[in-house]
């Protein structure tokens, strides 16, 4: 525990007192005393960062294998990932160094081993035995192209064919290549002028291990036996190949082309097939050949023992099926059902009873890998119903646009979540269990609920439960339901701003405490939530709609009107003299084609009932209007407060403050008018466009003008006008704060941003910062990007300054003020952070009744850099949480509200109560400062970055005491001790790549942050040292012991006359003794990076299997020696026994009887 010097507070002291612009002699009230200095707990080694799990859909799929006994699953894709599942909560991920695409894996059937091979034409062997997975052998074919493996069950031998027709073969024990290859040229026939292609598919007889089929690419197809070195049949087709499968008895196959037909042959008659058929070809009456269809890619061909064999394919449809999805085909006896899938398939699976491939499959399902979905059919139900799926794969079901995590967050919010989501489940699923349900959990020690918030690019809005490196999805929230749907593409507004996806979250906030949700979106709308478990149908959705205005408008120059503070006069519905329509109505905007668009918003609002199912509920909506043909500007910054009843949101034209309880507009004020007239940090408006109108300062909810006496009022004025309870006479509600964590406000885009910055240098970044381009993504996911260049220029862009954070606080809102109140800290993109006083009315009925002034205090400090958060510690260094009121249900009726009242505790005693000091933490993109309040004074400030900008920062609560974390546009993640600022960590983690990273990259609590690596995937990590010294404890298990099921029984008859299956002993074939060396040029070997339990875990699995048999044989020799010892001594002691009697024998060979 190291505790601080009062010497570098004084350091501090005097460095922030120079560099302030009311420097003071003496140290200001409010400044740390020796006795109050900080104690920080904080180390360096309380840091460590590591990736944990990742969950979503794996990105761009390209291959998938399935363990029948382990009932794992395998995923590869085409950046060369690696994702296995097993049952719900197993999860595993993993890479390959190359980052080459996955063409084919191959899993050794209940070993805990899988075999991947590359597109660059490698192959590997992965331990899943361990809870990380590691490459144990690799093999790099130098000469040839790697086209298709196959791995026969419980085989050592691993074929491999190539582009140049070849088949090498490899054992996966030591990765090394046999001598035996299988030479193109001596499998066709010697009279075939042309060369067959690349191998498109190799498998054993499933009853002779000796016959070997291998399928070419130009439709010739050979069954080549294996010990006499030569083909025993071929059989020639026109069509070129793209698979064969097996019937199990092995005396057919079916081969799938690229006409669309299906060709089946019987393994003794190569001449033609004995059956050929066009599943989806329209058949001519005239008995010609059916139309051409689509290719057939796959198709596997599975037994029963009590009915007809299923027949499974992809593709095959026809040509004038135009626009149809893709489609998967199971023909069963005489019925064909055709499946339409959402996506095109990647590749399917069928689920068989036995790993045996000669005996009776019994299929009972369907793994479908779709480019976008995994999808499982149950074969064993009419109708063939999907499974439903446990695996979070549906993050990306509309790209997502925003992301938030919590972490500890209360533990009564998951319950409450899943028991309103449960209801949106889908029907029609089958009854059976989850067929994938191998490995086993976790056991760790994590107990605290975790919740990630996702917001999509239709509108909605998904709440996950994150718990225990799982993830699941508790509730998903339509926002979109709120607003009326164009019909028609002619029917589309003329005043939408972006192009597509007019729903889109943009940002969001939310209090986990009261369950207040308020979401911001693409059209310049917010709309506020509350959490109900009851449902409710809402007449006419309350609507607010707000002019805010660019501060250049049709004046000469900006005007600050005096020595006058800039507040807020009113509510705009507080004065009875003034006449206005109701909020709930919009007000009559300008739409003629001879004037510009004005008061319009971008979305109608519906004016049908709205049926609210239990879960969240609309409580008001806000809209921003055109102004005079400007669009309105997109929404930087959101937060809302339950405690005070408010939300406040800005963007580069200004901030708006809305009390939700009241339904009115507080405030909507320009952000130069925040300044004071006298302040150092104020940014003089450099654009050439003229400013604008001074009636434009306030807007109501309905009238474009206010009056012009309203505009400009003291603090003072405003309160003794409207007779506004002062901060100190306020509600015991008020006064008692929680000290919990309650509000984390979601921060702006990074793009939004940067279109307010006026530096040199921070315009310099953000032009860099605007050339960052999203290969991967969704093509909608920066869709909304447009409307911010279209109505801006770029030398306005380059001096507007927008509204990137807020966060509502209890402290000091003027330096000299000795007791705190309800305030508003606002931080902007130019550095600067202006505090506002908040004055709210008692509560209950006058809280609805009575209107909030608020008042503009000025600046209190200025930084580098947008600014992205702030916090507020008390005088020990403790967090102090924004207020909140706990949550209650709105619809419950009155005896039940006055129940939960009751219920709730009382809160305790502000623990700012009687205090004379705080510290402020500020974060921009730059640096980080910290300030005493209420003197302002600085005392600590640390440069975050010179040559990069900071993309994300938040205040974080970590083992016990609190710090800022950061996340670098260079990749670099940083953590800083507070309130001394202290670098803790830096790790150089991740380059920024694309605007998805930047754009959902988010620290939570206790160690814990995520981002979107991929448009599918959520990619977890953590900077605890203590979750990285127990995650080998906390992640799933893949591999558990399982009895391999026992081999089929031949029968009695089959045994007699040699019907059964034929083993093969494949060492004498392939192995070094017989076959010999392979080229050493024509592969290279490398030893895996497995490490220690690597080898540990292989010495237990498949590779350990030469050293177990070498142990069995030593034991046997052991064995045999002691017994041949022993028939050694018997062979002595017979012999000795031989010796005695023969000599007895002579002795009385020649004597009487009576002589003895």
Request: glycine residues 8%.
């Amino acid at each position: 525990m190291k505790k601080f010097n009062i010497r570098k507070v004084l350091d501090g002291l005097t460095a922030a007192s120079s560099s302030s612009s009311s420097s003071s002699a003496t140290a200001p009230p409010g400044a740390p005393r020796e006795n109050d200095a900080v104690q920080e707990t904080l180390q360096s080694e309380h840091f460590q960062l590591c990736k944990t799990v990742r969950h979503g859909f794996p990105y761009q799929p390209s291959s998938m294998a399935f363990d029948p006994v382990q009932k794992i699953l395998a995923i590869g894709t085409q950046t060369g990932a690696l994702r296995l599942f097993g049952r719900a909560g197993v999860e595993c991920y993993c890479q390959h160094e190359s980052g080459a695409a996955v063409i084919q894996l191959q899993f050794l059937v209940n070993e805990g081993a899988l075999v991947s091979a590359l597109a660059d034409d490698s192959v590997h062997l992965w331990n899943l035995r361990q809870k990380i997975p590691a490459i144990l052998h690799s093999l790099k074919f130098n000469r040839e192209r790697i086209t298709y493996c196959h791995l026969p069950f419980q085989s050592k031998w691993l074929y491999i064919g190539t582009e140049r027709g070849n088949i090498h073969i490899v054992n996966v024990e030591s990765f090394s290549l046999s001598g035996y290859v299988i030479m193109w040229n001596k499998a066709i026939e010697l009279s075939t002028k042309t060369h067959p292609g690349p191998v498109v598919h190799i498998s054993d007889n499933p009853m002779d291990e000796g016959k070997l089929l291998i399928g070419f690419e130009c439709g010739v197809v050979v069954l080549w036996d294996l010990k006499c070195k030569k083909a025993d049949y071929r059989y020639n087709y026109d069509e070129a190949i793209h698979s064969v499968a097996w019937h199990h008895e092995g005396k057919q196959f079916v081969c799938s082309h690229s006409d669309g037909t299906l060709t089946t042959w019987n393994v003794r008659a190569p001449a033609k097939p004995a059956q050929i058929i066009t599943p989806h070809g329209k058949q001519p009456k005239d008995g010609k050949k059916p139309e051409p269809c689509k290719p057939i890619l796959k198709v596997e061909y599975k037994t029963t023992r009590a009915g007809d064999p299923f027949m499974v394919l992809s593709g095959g449809l026809s040509y004038d099926t135009v626009g149809r999805r893709a489609c998967l085909t199971v023909m069963h006896g005489k019925s064909t059902t055709v499946l339409e899938m959402d996506f095109p398939i990647v590749d399917f699976l069928t689920l068989c009873e036995t790993p045996y491939p000669n005996d009776f499959q019994e299929p009972y399902g369907v793994v479908a890998l779709l480019e976008k979905d995994l999808v499982v059919i149950d074969l064993g139900q009419i109708g063939y119903p999907i499974f439903e799926n446990p695996y979070p794969l549906t993050i990306h079901e509309s790209p997502v646009t925003c992301c938030e995590y919590f972490a500890d967050c209360p533990a009564e919010l998951i319950p409450a979540l899943y028991s309103v989501g449960s209801r949106q489940k889908r029907q029609g699923y089958s009854k059976k269990e989850w067929p994938i349900s191998g490995g086993n959990w976790g056991q760790g020690t994590q107990s605290y609920p975790e919740l990630i918030i996702t917001g999509h690019a239709d509108g909605s809005i998904k709440f996950w439960d994150a718990s225990a490196f799982m993830l699941q999805v508790l509730y998903k929230l339509k926002t979109a339901k709120v607003f009326e749907r164009a019909r028609a593409k002619e029917e589309k507004p003329s005043t939408d701003i972006v192009d597509e996806d007019p729903f889109a979250i943009q940002t969001l906030s939310w209090c986990p405490e009261s369950r207040m949700l308020c979401i911001a979106g693409v059209s310049a709308h917010v709309i506020v939530y509350r959490f109900s478990k009851q449902e409710v149908t809402t007449e006419v959705v309350q609507l607010l709609e707000v002019r805010m205005q660019s501060e250049f408008g049709d004046g000469d120059s900006p005007d600050p009107g005096g020595d006058q503070t800039p507040t807020l006069p009113a509510p705009v519905s507080s004065s009875p003299q003034e006449s206005e329509p109701p909020p709930t109505q919009s007000s009559s905007g300008s739409t003629s084609s001879d004037g510009p668009r004005d008061n319009i918003a971008c979305l109608q609002v519906r004016s049908s009932p709205l049926k609210q199912s239990p879960g969240y509920q609309v409580e008001l909506v806000i809209q921003l209007v055109w102004v005079s043909g400007e669009p309105p500007q997109p929404i930087t910054s959101l937060a809302i407060n339950s405690s005070y009843g408010l939300v406040v949101f800005g963007n580069s034209n200004g901030l708006a403050v809305v009390d939700y309880l009241q339904k009115t507009l507080l405030l909507n004020m320009g952000t130069s008018e925040l300044y004071s007239p006298s302040d150092p940090y104020q940014r003089q408006p450099r654009s050439p466009r003229k400013t604008r109108q001074p009636s434009g300062a306030l807007c109501d909810s309905n009238d474009g003008s206010n009056a012009s006496e309203d505009r400009c009022k003291s603090p003072t004025s405003a309160k003794m006008s409207r007779k506004i309870s002062s901060s100190g006479e306020q509600k015991p509600d008020q006064e008692d704060r929680s000290h919990r964590w309650c509000h984390i406000l979601l921060k702006r885009q990074l793009s939004d941003v940067h279109e307010g910055i006026a530096a040199p240098a921070t315009r310099h970044k953000a032009a860099i910062c605007r050339t960052f381009s999203d290969p991967y993504s969704h093509a909608k996911d920066n869709s909304f990007t447009r409307s911010r260049s279209s109505s801006v220029t770029s030398i306005d862009r380059e001096s507007r300054e927008a509204i990137s954070a807020f966060h509502f606080c209890e402290s000091f809102p003027r330096k000299n003020d000795g007791q705190p109140g309800p305030c508003l800290l606002v931080g902007t993109t130019q550095g600067s952070v202006m505090m506002v006083a908040l004055s709210l009315p008692p509560g209950g009925e006058q809280r609805l009744q009575q209107p909030v002034a608020i008042s503009s205090c000025g600046t209190m400090a200025g930084l580098k850099g947008g600014i992205l958060t702030m916090a507020l510690l008390d005088a020990t260094g403790t967090l102090l949480p924004p207020s909140y009121e706990p949550w209650y249900d709105p619809n419950a009726s009155d005896e039940d509200k006055e129940k939960s009242r009751r219920r709730r505790p009382a809160s305790p005693p502000s623990s700012q109560e009687g205090q004379d000091s705080q510290f402020a933490v500020l974060c921009s993109e730059k640096q980080a400062k910290v300030l005493v309040m209420p003197s302002q004074t600085r005392i600590y400030k640390h440069n975050i970055t010179e040559t990069s900008f900071v993309l994300r920062a938040d205040v974080v609560q970590m083992a016990g005491a609190n710090c800022i974390a950061c996340f670098c546009a260079n990749g670099h993640i940083m953590t800083l001790s507070l309130p001394s600022l202290r670098p803790l960590l830096d790790v150089n983690y991740l380059p920024l790549t694309d605007m998805r990273i930047a754009r959902t990259f988010c620290f939570s609590n206790l160690g814990q942050a995520l981002y979107l690596t991929s448009p599918t995937e959520i990619q977890r990590i953590t900077y605890s040292q203590e979750t990285c010294d127990n995650l080998q404890e906390m992640l799933s298990e893949l591999f558990t012991p399982v009895e391999t099921p026992e081999a089929p029984n031949r029968g009695f008859f089959k045994g007699l006359f040699g019907g059964g299956a034929q083993s093969l002993d494949r060492e004498d074939l392939f192995g070094e003794t017989a076959a010999g060396k392979a080229s050493r040029s024509l592969a290279q070997h490398i030893p895996g990076p497995g490490g220690m339990e690597g080898m540990k875990g292989a010495a237990s699995g498949v590779v350990g299997e030469l050293a177990r048999a070498r142990i069995a044989l030593d034991e046997r020799g052991q064995k045999l020696g002691e017994l041949e010892d022993r028939t050694a001594a018997m062979m002595a002691s017979a012999e000795s026994f031989s010796k005695h009697a023969h000599v007895m024998m002579l002795k009385y060979k020649d004597k009487k009887w009576y002589q003895l």
